[in-house]
């Protein structure tokens, strides 16, 4: 358990620590009981990954792709061999022209699963199918997809499947694809579990791993406490100064983390209309610029539509979303904010799946990835990028509130049967506002754990 100088408190839940091990391990055993894996999370200091990587697939991808893992001093294999242990497997499918080529690889992939480390990962690389590829192609390219969701599914003990997708051009090494990679295969992305990166720009060759955003300056809302907070202080951690943001009520906590990451605090309620102009201020008079901004505050108002009010569904909709298009015209507007401009929204499986109780929060938060999707292009004239993170079930005092029997739960329908940490969004933000992501934009991941409702 790691307990940070404001009070929060990140460790397992009790369950998966009973199961975890002695009579608890055998008792959850004997009775056919979930049993969830502690995950391995980063560590700047940890080996990116625990064990050899096999680099599969045909073409000169899979060499290219295995060079760059030798750059990173990982022990690479390109044939398994029978027995030894993985860290994990890469596969390379860049180049698929019809579903029967599917097979040779991935019988290859299923002969070495029962040799995984915990924790492994199994990533893929291919191309998403699209509507102007020949039919037999696009099937190709789209049963990766059904491959990953499935083998996500299959792997025990916090190993996970994850892919990359290349747009028309990007070469399976390019620094964008290399970046997603490099995320899949650490402990950064512990939480996410059968989802898609797509790497649709080349981007640009990564400098410091340890510390990417070295110079940048960021602003998080919401930052006083849970995901927030978390994503404050990962920002920090990876190099960022930070400007944390939060309503005049959560000052006191709000301060607590600024101070502690060497940051500033900015009071601030979203809804303001002059809100992205007051965060520009603030950033260019106190820090000189602006290049990450993380679009993390926001509130549920629950009620089934049959009983909402006007006062729960427009507050749900004014804080969610339309603050951050509010404040993203300001940015957008300024000379100030551009260059490697980073902005990153935290939206949620329910806007995904949907949620019984909350079409007001699910409205605002499909509509944050519209959004995305449609300030991408805006951004990236001035090479600059636009992501969403959508959490799963995260263990915050959001769903601390949650009734006991409903919580255990919805925390245990995920691949890795457990609730996400804070951390793990926040990890998930980083990537996505690091320089080596230049070319990964309009995407919304999942940190979920493969949430089995919604995709
Ligand atoms: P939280 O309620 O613990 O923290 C939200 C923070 O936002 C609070 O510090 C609050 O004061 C601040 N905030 C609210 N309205 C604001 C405003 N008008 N101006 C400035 N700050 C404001 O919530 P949590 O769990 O940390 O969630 C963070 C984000 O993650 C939210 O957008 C939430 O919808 C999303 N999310 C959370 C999930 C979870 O399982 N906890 C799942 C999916 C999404």
Redesign the pocket.
Known sequence: MTTHSNGAREKADKYTEFVSRGFGRDLAKRLGLPQPAILRRYNPGAPLIEGPVLVMGQGAGSDDVAKVLLDWHQDVRRHATPKEKLGAIVVVLDELGHPEQLSAPMLAVGAALRDLNKNARIVTISRPALPSDAPAIAAARNGVDGIVRSVAKELRAGATANGILLANGIAADSPSAMASLRFFLSGRSAFVDGQFLTASAVGEVAGDWDKPLNGCVAVV??????????IARTLARDGATVIA???P??GD??AAVANDIHGTALQ????APD?GERILDHAISRHGRLDIVV??????RDKLLANMDAAKWDSVI???IA?QLRMNEAFLASGDFGGNARIIS?????GIAGNRGQSN?AAS?AGVMGMVRSTAPLLEARGGTVNAV??????????AKIPFATREVARRLNSLQQ??R?GD?AEAIAFFAQPAAAGVTANVLRVCGQNLVGQ
Not at 221 to 230: Q, W
Not at 346 to 350: G, K, L, P
């Open positions: 809302t919401g930052a006083a406490r849970g995901i927030g907070a978390a943001v939060d309503v009520a959560a906590h709000l601030l309620d979203i809804t809100a679009h993390n505050a926001g509130i549920t004014a804080v969610n603050s935290v939206a949620s499986t329910s929060y938060k959508a959490p799963g079930f995260i263990e915050t005092d959001m769903t609730g996400g804070p969004v």
